[in-house]
């Protein structure tokens, strides 16, 4: 693999996980495999919608499948992708307090304080 191919492969990847439906599946199948069912249940879109964006995230070797039945059950492909994902989401966390003290209560009226305090 190329240096750019392997650019080009983990831009793919992270752009696999920043879609918002598919952060919500992976959020679902945190605690476990997932029928298409559940999920669209759970996110509250059509089944068809939920089965595009695991095939997104089954293409990226994000997610396992198997079948029974009728019905199509998903899981985590490797479970490390919750570490990765969560220092993400402290990243951002620390951030976005950083970015918040840098911001004046004049500028941001949410920050001011209560008339009580």
Do not use: T, Y
């Given at each position: 693999m190329t240096i750019t191919q392997m650019r080009i492969?983990?831009?793919?990847?992270?752009?696999?996980?920043?879609?918002?439906?598919?952060?919500?599946?992976?959020i679902e199948m945190r605690t476990g495999e997932k029928s298409v069912n559940?999920?669209?249940a759970s996110i509250q879109i059509e089944q068809a919608g939920v089965s595009?964006?695991?095939?997104?995230?089954?293409?990226?070797?994000?997610?396992?499948?198997?079948?029974?039945?009728?019905?199509?059950y998903y899981?985590?492909?490797?479970?490390?992708?919750f570490v990765l994902l969560d220092d993400a989401a402290r990243?951002?966390?620390?951030?976005l307090i950083?970015?918040?003290?840098?911001?004046?209560?004049?500028e941001n009226p949410s920050m001011m304080p209560a008339p009580n305090e």
């Open positions: 492969f983990k831009a793919e990847f992270f752009k696999a996980l920043a879609n918002p439906v598919r952060k919500r599946s992976r559940d999920l669209a595009q964006h695991l095939a997104i995230l089954r293409a990226k070797h994000l997610v396992k499948n198997r079948k029974k039945g009728n019905s199509v899981s985590i492909a490797d479970p490390a992708i990243i951002f966390k620390n951030n950083d970015l918040q003290g840098l911001v004046s209560p004049a």
